[in-house]
């Protein structure tokens, strides 16, 4: 639970530090998280959030998701971002 909120926290910090102006646009990078018993949900989850959370701020993505995954204590843990714009 401590290793989701700390995750939660750096995307938030991330998403901040790399807002920059791209012409007349606001763009920022957006991050998700996702966990599940195999790579492919964990990916759907983090995938899916991450899309969520872009149209939860007006926002729309811009270039390739990047995901990587990796193996938690149970669950298979996946971190999406997208560079997303107004």
């Known amino acids: 639970m401590t290793t989701r909120m700390t995750l939660a926290a750096l995307a938030l910090?991330?998403?901040a530090i790399t807002s920059a102006p791209a012409r007349a646009e606001t763009c920022q990078i957006v991050a998700a998280a996702g966990d599940?018993?195999?790579e492919s949900i964990a990916q759907l989850m983090?995938?899916?959030g991450l899309e969520n959370i872009i149209e939860g701020k007006g926002?729309?993505?811009h270039g390739p998701?990047?995901?990587k995954c990796e193996a938690?204590?149970?669950l298979i843990e996946c971190h999406?971002?997208?560079k997303a714009c107004k």
């Open 36 to 38: 599940g018993p195999t």
């Open 65 to 67: 998701v990047k995901t």
């Open 13 to 15: 910090a991330a998403a």
């Open 80 to 82: 999406s971002q997208q």
């Open 59 to 61: 926002l729309k993505g």
């Open 72 to 74: 938690g204590t149970i």
């Open 46 to 48: 983090s995938t899916k």
